[in-house]
């Protein structure tokens, strides 16, 4: 079995790539991608793209989404549209939808991939900061959708997958927040996908784990954690080797 490629750092395209199914397989579709300016976005984005898939990525950096459209279109020869939107914004959302569909036409695929996230123990955690994560996670996954759905999905079907976390499966320490935000996704996508999929809307939600080399996965770092001071740092006892340690109360 052919072995992958070496990975690279999260805002760089990929030196090479094998094709592992049909370099055709997405051609002339349309994908619209939410936190796509880096990390596992940028890399979505990245693959759609290598496999004949135009994207439009959106941030709340237009920076950031510019400088990476423009290493995505010259690494694969699509069109990738860098757009500014936070979630959080209805408004903004309807305007950025609308700019995407007045460029390319369509809309086939909608990535939500657009999180927030931090290492904080609940009994430090205020309201507002819990309130953000699930206003970025949890609201806007719907925020995003509903609009798609409105604007496009609705009469012509589309596909949603929703990049959620392995964090609500089971308790973890410093994470209340966030995992609380990726249960609510994980469940919404199972209501979405009831309510949407006779109208040929397919809704799915992927939960990958933690991948090195991410602006999510160093945010996640115990010496990155806002709540400095609070607890000693050891190693889970049930964390691969290769995690970084967490912080326990002392």
């Known amino acids: 079995m052919a072995q992958p490629p070496p990975d690279v750092s999260e805002d ?10 049909s370099p055709d397989l997405l051609r002339d579709k349309v994908a619209f991608i939410t936190g796509g300016g880096s990390g596992i976005g940028f890399r979505i984005a990245e693959i759609f793209m290598r496999h004949g898939c135009h994207t439009v990525i959106a941030s709340r950096s237009l920076p950031r989404v510019s400088m990476a459209a423009r290493k995505l ?25 609308e700019q995407a569909l007045k460029e390319f036409g369509k ?12 290492l904080c123990p609940a009994s430090a955690l205020s309201s507002n900061a819990f309130k953000t994560v699930m206003d970025i996670d949890t609201l806007g996954t719907f925020n995003v959708s509903r609009v798609l759905y409105e604007k496009f999905f609705h009469g012509h079907g589309g596909v949603i997958v929703n990049i959620t976390a392995t964090l609500g499966t089971r308790g973890q320490v410093l994470q209340v927040h966030a995992g609380s935000a990726k249960a609510a996704v994980d469940a919404m996508t199972r209501h979405l996908a009831v309510e949407w999929g006779p109208q040929n809307i397919r809704v799915n939600s992927l939960a990958p784990g933690p ?34 340690a967490l912080w326990h109360p002392m």
């Open 107 to 118: 809309i086939d695929i909608l990535i939500n991939c657009a999180a927030g996230n931090f």
């Open 12 to 21: 760089d395209c990929l030196p090479e790539y094998r094709h592992l199914f």
């Open 211 to 244: 991948i090195s080399g991410t602006e999510g996965f160093r945010r996640l770092e115990p010496w990155q954690a806002p709540c400095r001071g609070w607890g000693t740092r050891r190693r889970s006892p049930t964390a691969p080797s290769s995690w970084p």
């Open 73 to 97: 279109a010259a690494a694969t020869g699509q069109k990738c549209l860098p757009l500014s939107l936070d979630v959080r914004a209805p408004l903004a959302i309807v305007a950025a939808v």
